[in-house]
Every structure is written in C-alpha cells, then in structure tokens.
C-alpha cells in the first residue's frame, strides 16, 4: 500500500493538533475526576494524582498517541479505524487506570 507524502503529513498534523489539545483535557479530567469518584476530595486530587502524574503521563502520550493516530489515519481502512483506535483506547486507559493507583511517592520520574 502507498501513502502519497501530502496525506502522510496531512496524517501527522491532525494526529499532532489532536495531542496537543485532546489529550492534556482528557488527562486533566481523568486525574481530578476518578479520586473524587473514589471518595477523595478536589483538593487531595490535585494534590496526590494531578500535580506528581499529569506531566510523566503526558510525556508518554507523546510518545504513544501521535503514532498510533497517525498510522491510524494514513494506513487503516476507514472501515476499520474505529476498532483500531478503541484497542489502542483499551491499551491507553489500561495504563492511566494504572498511574491513577500508584502512590506519588511511587513515580520515579527519571523512568517517565
């Protein structure tokens, strides 16, 4: 299968844009809103997920996001995207839930 170079920068930028304004929300949102669905308060989310998680976790969004999109766009059949995405989604909430329940005292940052 060939991908003409406009398309595949055209696939990248999108993928690009989209991490830069989708996900910091998206993680902003998740770090504030499961501690208060857990019992915690808007304070202690800030304090204990937010603050010490979001930017470690960004860092590997990064890396992992514009990727995944952009061979998302460029090389999946439309027909197929949305269940390539939603695996990759699966994969990608697998690992906030697991950030979500480590302790900040556990997040070495020099691994993110």
């Known amino acids: 299968m060939f991908i003409n170079l406009q398309m595949f920068i ?3 930028f999108k993928a690009i844009l989209e991490q830069f304004t989708y996900a910091p929300v998206t993680m902003l949102c998740f770090y504030t809103v499961m501690p208060v669905l857990e019992g915690n ?3 202690s989310a800030i304090q204990d997920h937010l603050k010490p998680k979001f ?3 960004y860092k590997i969004a990064l890396c ?3 990727f995944v ?3 998302n766009f460029s090389l999946v ?3 197929n995207r ?6 990759c989604s699966l994969i990608w909430w697998t690992f906030l839930a697991h950030m979500n329940s480590e302790r900040k005292d ?3 940052p020099k691994i993110l």
């Open 55 to 57: 930017f470690s976790t």
């Open 106 to 108: 556990q997040i070495n």
């Open 82 to 87: 949305v269940p390539f995405v939603s695996v």
């Open 64 to 66: 992992y996001w514009p």
């Open 10 to 12: 055209f696939c990248t």
């Open 41 to 43: 308060t808007l304070q």
């Open 69 to 71: 999109q952009t061979f």
């Open 77 to 79: 059949p439309a027909r």
